[in-house]
């Protein structure tokens, strides 16, 4: 039997070769150029949000109302109408060739096109420019901003113990929150420590409950006793005594530091994180200004940005309670973490206590309590001196200031910095919290020096009650005057804060606040017009200083604030028009959708 000889195969012929590799390596080389041209991306993440009625707000000058956004990735890659789209995606996923070569179809996938529902909007992420992450899931253990008695205390205090076994069961246990006001109180008096010993349940416990500012401790009579021999005088602070000079259970601002509290665990502090995290996405919040945390916040912020853990961007400040200069104790961070969203580069400092327990800083004694001008915590040459080597040093200065006094001061040594040593304003950007209570003529500094002026609205109208009687009709004229700070400033920013938990976590609490000057029932001390009206915001402005205006005073205009193509991708989907429905109703709203880095952070996008 005769055997064949096996003959190799024979390979392409150097024409087919050709053939085979054009027909792969032309379109390829063309993708790659077209990427790196930027007409085309090469991912897989990519999606448009449309609205029929053109309800997304992109507070973007260039367009600040648009039909449709597309996210590529964790940026916005277009704003425009729908008919631009249509014929963006035509260009991009129509193409003769690009449609012919299903290669191309993996690089970049599916783009897909929601719609929201009739009379939702969009609107660029809110930020909140002054708030307390960790404070306020403390605060949420025990609140007591509802209680409108002393004796309300003592029962939400009574039902917390039942409700926890293990501190029902330990009287060494110490009980620790907050909220309390006693401007909302019949008694309109400070609370005492004798005020828990009249019920036996809580007679003989450590409590600790910190007022609504943060600015005054109430505690018990076994705090203290812990406490011992307490001194005569607090530089910066006070310790409230009865007539015989029995300290009564309250401390105001510096003093607060004498109540040995104790410290939080690793475990508490990501509870609190945690808790502040889901309320704050719930809102539509993609960002906030951490108004003053210690390194050890701080050192545990970090590690959980390196894990990935923080779900929107945080901009911390850094602040140890000394006078002396602390700088080198807070790490600087810009961008940190697997996801960039954690930045360290501004400090706090805090130059007065607050107006509702009569610590502000003022010029001249409070109209209801002509005894006393307020506290300042430091000293005019030491807060010169700290303001001074942290500019010198990089970091940007935010100082806390309520009243008159307080601004003016901080104002001085800003002015002496910007005029004698040439700080560069841009780049400084320094900033004063709350700049609560000024001066008209310090309005007008403020503004003159181009000093961000961080303002929470919800101050105003919780204030509103009381703020008049305490600082006269003079005063108040340079009280809380949102409008005239931001006619003055000659960038026009504002940005806009809460100071949650001083107030609620919600920014359209503000927001309402900004434009209606009301409380959330609607009324004010001038009727159903707002208190002030002339110092209203207008949505545009209250928006843009939630949003654009926050970027700015935290150095990222160029990343956040807007919904402009190349900027982050974090916006917010709402289930009605803000912008223009009645002021009455924009409480009820609903986040539908809070996007950070174009990833749904919590609620969930409309349906393709």
């Not at 969009?122 to 609140?143: R, S, T, Y």
């Not at 005894?371 to 942290?390: A, E, H, K, N, W």
């Not at 004063?432 to 105003?460: C, G, K, N, Y």
Request: aromatic share 8%; glycine share 8%; net charge neutral.
């Amino acid at each position: 039997m005769s055997k064949e000889k096996t003959r190799p195969s024979p390979g392409p012929s150097p024409f087919s070769w050709k053939i085979i590799s054009a027909s792969v390596l032309l379109p390829l080389l063309a993708l790659v150029g077209l990427w790196i041209s930027g007409r085309i991306p090469l991912s897989s993440k990519e999606y448009s949000i449309c609205s029929k009625s053109g309800n997304i707000y992109t507070v973007d000058e260039a367009r600040p109302q648009v039909e449709c956004i597309s996210v590529q990735d964790s940026h916005i890659s277009y704003t425009g109408s729908l008919q631009g789209l249509r014929e963006r995606l035509q260009w991009r996923y129509n193409n003769f060739w690009l449609s012919s070569w299903p290669m191309s179809r993996l690089f970049y996938g599916f783009p897909r096109i929601s719609y929201i529902p009739s009379g939702a909007i969009v609107v660029p992420g809110l930020a909140d420019a002054h708030a307390h992450i960790m404070i306020n899931g403390f605060k949420m253990q025990l609140e007591l901003d509802a209680c409108t008695s002393i004796a309300e205390v003592i029962d939400t205090i009574k039902t917390y113990i039942r409700s926890h076994p293990d501190i029902h069961h330990n009287s060494s246990r110490w009980i620790q929150g907050g909220g309390w006001d006693q401007t909302k109180w019949p008694e309109k008096r400070f609370p005492k420590a004798a005020d828990f010993d009249k019920d036996p349940l809580l007679k003989g416990r450590p409590i600790a409950l910190q007022r609504v500012d943060e600015h005054a401790t109430w505690v018990s009579s076994r705090v203290l006793e812990i406490m011992g021999d307490l001194p005569t005088d607090v530089e910066g602070g006070s310790i409230i005594r009865d007539s015989s000079g029995v300290p009564t259970g309250v401390f105001l601002d510096n003093a607060m530091s004498l109540v040995p509290t104790p410290q939080w665990t690793d475990e508490q502090m990501a509870t609190f994180f945690e808790t502040t995290m889901k309320v704050a996405l719930s809102h539509g919040l993609t960002s906030i200004h951490d108004a003053g945390s210690s390194p050890e916040i701080i050192k545990f912020m970090k590690s959980l940005a390196e894990a990935g853990k923080i779900p929107m961007r945080l901009y911390v400040m850094g602040h140890v309670p000394s006078d002396t200069y602390w700088g080198s104790k807070i790490p600087r961070l810009v961008n940190y973490g697997k996801h960039g969203r954690l930045t360290v580069r501004s400090i706090k400092l805090v130059s007065d206590g607050a107006l509702g327990s009569w610590g502000a800083a003022l010029l001249e004694p409070y109209t209801d309590k002509p005894d006393s001008s307020g506290i300042m915590r430091s000293t005019p040459r030491v807060m010169s001196d700290l303001v001074t080597q942290f500019w010198k040093d990089g970091w940007q200065v935010n100082v806390h200031c309520i009243g008159d006094r307080a601004n003016h001061v901080i104002l001085d040594i800003f002015e002496d910095l910007i005029g004698v040593s040439n700080a560069s304003v841009s780049e400084w950007r320094p900033r004063i919290e709350h700049a609560q209570i000024m001066t008209l003529e310090d309005l007008e500094r403020t503004s003159r020096l181009r000093v961000i002026a961080s303002v929470q609205p919800t101050h105003a109208t919780s204030d509103m009650w009381y703020a008049e009687s305490r600082l006269g009709p003079k005063r108040i004229k340079g009280a809380y005057a949102y409008r005239t700070l931001l006619n003055g400033s000659q960038k026009h920013i504002l940005p806009l804060g809460s100071d949650f938990p001083v107030e609620g976590v919600n920014p359209l609490l503000g927001f309402y606040a900004a434009i209606s000057r009301l409380s959330i029932d609607g009324t004010s001390p001038h009727g159903r017009g707002g208190w002030y009206p002339s110092e209203a915001l207008t949505r545009a402005q209250a928006l843009k200083g939630m949003t654009l205006d926050a970027a700015y005073a935290s150095f990222s205009e160029n990343e956040t604030g807007s919904l402009t193509p190349g900027k982050k991708a974090d916006f917010v989907v709402f289930d009605v028009d803000i912008m223009q429905m009645p002021v009455e109703s924009i409480l009820g709203t609903k986040v539908l959708a809070t996007v950070v880095d174009g990833e749904v952070a919590y609620g969930a996008l409309p349906p393709v």
